[in-house]
């Protein structure tokens, strides 16, 4: 597994939560990261990303205002904050590591993925 996400949980509606990912920096170095999730019977869908380096992020439009990417370059760890969690953001949350180093918001531009972490907003 190149990483891992952790920081999932049951949290109530408004609430919330910080996800953590930890690439490996053999896996990471130089590239872009990105969040992605997927909830029961959906695709997998885009969140946020990051660039490796100038500070650009990207997100989907159902989590902008809401959600936060920042990397930690020291550790190689990713970071997801999730306020004013609503129950439609419930689903299993997956960090990537991009092939380039820029985010992106396709599946397909991420070459490295790790076991998710499960978020559910409770109503």
């Known amino acids: 597994v190149q990483q891992q996400a952790s920081g999932g949980g049951l949290v109530q509606a408004g609430g919330s939560l910080r996800l953590s990912c930890a690439a490996s920096r053999r896996t990471s170095s130089n590239n872009g990261m990105g969040w992605f999730r997927q909830a029961p019977g959906k695709e997998r869908e885009f969140v946020a990303a990051?660039?490796?380096?100038?500070?650009?992020?990207l997100y989907a439009e159902s989590v902008k205002g809401r959600f936060t990417i920042s990397r930690e370059y020291a550790s190689s760890t990713v970071y997801l904050q999730m306020n004013s969690l609503k129950p439609e953001d419930t689903a299993i949350y997956y960090c990537?590591?991009?092939?380039?180093?820029?985010?992106?918001?396709?599946?397909?531009?991420?070459?490295?993925w790790g076991h998710g972490t499960q978020v559910t907003v409770s109503s």
């Open positions: 990051l660039d490796w380096r100038g500070g650009r992020t």
């Open positions: 990537a590591t991009a092939r380039s180093s820029v985010g992106s918001t396709s599946v397909r531009e991420y070459q490295y």
